[in-house]
């Protein structure tokens, strides 16, 4: 059976061809090349994951979670930044595209501070306690389908895993756009929100992140 070539395996032939394994800036800027001359795909991209970047490594976070793997570039980015001894949880509902994300993860060299689980965040969610060992989360990065940004961060909130100052860090809140995820995260007492003015990634669209922080 001859199998389909998918725009993610594309990305990762572009990975496994002109970044060096290990090396985790050549695989962002293989994608980012990639997704500029070649194909375009849905990463954060580059003019936001410097904005991503600049938010993880202020927070050091010990306990991270993404909901949204794709082909794992903004995992690369986050994992990279991350302290000895701290994880990354990234959540991704379609099996195809997280095996191309475990490949595009090891070929940056690290998946050791990676955990990717295949499925529906509404279904794991409940489960980060229980069957992975997580207390709280330090830092969520938000960037799978828009209508699931509000029932996921319900859910985080519902289940104790956000702890007094967590972050969450949500992408595409204009384009294409979270508006009741931004009406109730702006509005409640329990955040702090901070918007980030940016581009859709690889255009001159406008787009953006916002920034929230959970008060307790
Ligand atoms: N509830 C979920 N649980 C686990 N994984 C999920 C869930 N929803 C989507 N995913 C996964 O996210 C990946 C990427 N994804 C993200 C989206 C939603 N994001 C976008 O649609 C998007 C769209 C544009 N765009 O259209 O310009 C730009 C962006 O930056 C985007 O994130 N849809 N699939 C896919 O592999 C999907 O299986
Ligand atoms: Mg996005």
Redesign the pocket.
Known sequence: LLTRSTRPKRLLRAVQKNATRGDPLSVISAIDHFCRHSEWA???GDEKGSILDSVVSELNPNTSLE????CGYSTVRIARLLPPGARLIT????PD?AAVARQVISWAGVQDKVELVE????DLIPQMKERFGVETFDFVFL????D?YLP?TNLLEECGLLRKGAVLLA??VI??GTPEYLAYIRNSPRYESRYFQSH??YTKVEDGLEKSVFLG
């Open positions: 849905m990463n954060v909901l949204g793997t794709y959540l991704e509902f379609n595209y499925g529906p965040s509404g960037d799978h389908w828009k699931r996921d992408d595409n384009c294409p859709l990634e």
